[in-house]
């Protein structure tokens, strides 16, 4: 059985019950062995990173020691497989690198509330999305409604990430989901899932789901050869 290692931790955020949420879906996905780790860092370290096949992280803020960093930058680079969730997005200001292996950087948010992610079936991340089934046919469209109620970050991001979903905010679209590489490793970043009830719902669990089929695929992440602009 593959291995994820789920890590949560840092401040702020209920990363104790927003990683037994994710590691109580996660046992349901048939041929994975899952562990969660709590304020752990150290487990980012060469020879204990590499026993885990992927790697799900929830993290605020904190530092990386340069070990830490130099595991996590290298492991996924040698086609490793990192999902990171919400506030992975606002860990580790002080290091840019982890700002470019993720892809994108915390900016702020507006008030916890309800709004509506659109989803792109047609990327190939979704094609592991299992359908939420809405209230009308959506079936002519390349896209999939869901209203949330969560926190929605607005984020930076590198223009070359492949946007996979998407909520609108003060006149301008926001990702909710993306995916990139790093080296001959994948990415997969989800921006939902600030507490537990925004973790434990079907919405969240079959994009966490699609998040780790599609980094455990063979197939490739769409590359954008742009020039790297915030």
């Known amino acids: 059985m593959k291995k994820i290692l789920i890590m949560g931790g840092g401040e702020f955020h209920d990363y104790n019950g927003c990683c037994e949420v994710m590691a109580r879906q996660l046992r349901a996905l048939p041929g994975y062995e899952v562990e969660v780790s709590i304020n752990e860092l150290d487990r980012l370290k060469r020879g204990i990173i590499d026993r885990y096949d992927i790697i799900v992280f929830y993290w605020t803020k904190d530092h990386l020691t340069e070990e830490q960093k130099q595991g996590l930058l290298s492991w996924c680079a040698e086609k490793g497989k990192f999902v990171a969730v919400h506030c992975a997005a606002t860990a580790f200001r002080d290091c840019p690198e982890y700002e470019a292996l993720l892809g994108g950087r915390f900016r702020k948010h507006p008030p916890y509330r309800e709004y509506f992610v659109s989803v792109k ?46 909520a609108a905010f003060n006149g301008r679209l926001w990702p909710v989901v993306w995916t990139k590489k790093w080296g001959d490793g994948k990415i997969y970043y989800l921006a939902l899932g600030h507490d537990v009830p925004a973790c434990d719902n079907d919405f969240f669990r079959h994009l966490l789901f699609a998040g780790i089929r599609w980094v455990d695929s063979d197939e490739p992440e769409p590359v954008d050869d742009s020039p790297f602009i915030f």
């Not at 079936?139 to 990430?161: A, G, M």
Request: net charge negative.
């Open 121 to 166: 079936t047609g990327h190939p991340a979704m094609k592991y999305f299992e359908t939420v089934t809405p209230p009308d046919d959506w079936s002519n469209w390349s896209v999939h409604e869901c209203k949330v109620r969560d926190e929605q970050f607005l984020i930076r991001y590198d223009s070359r990430v492949s946007i996979a979903a998407e």
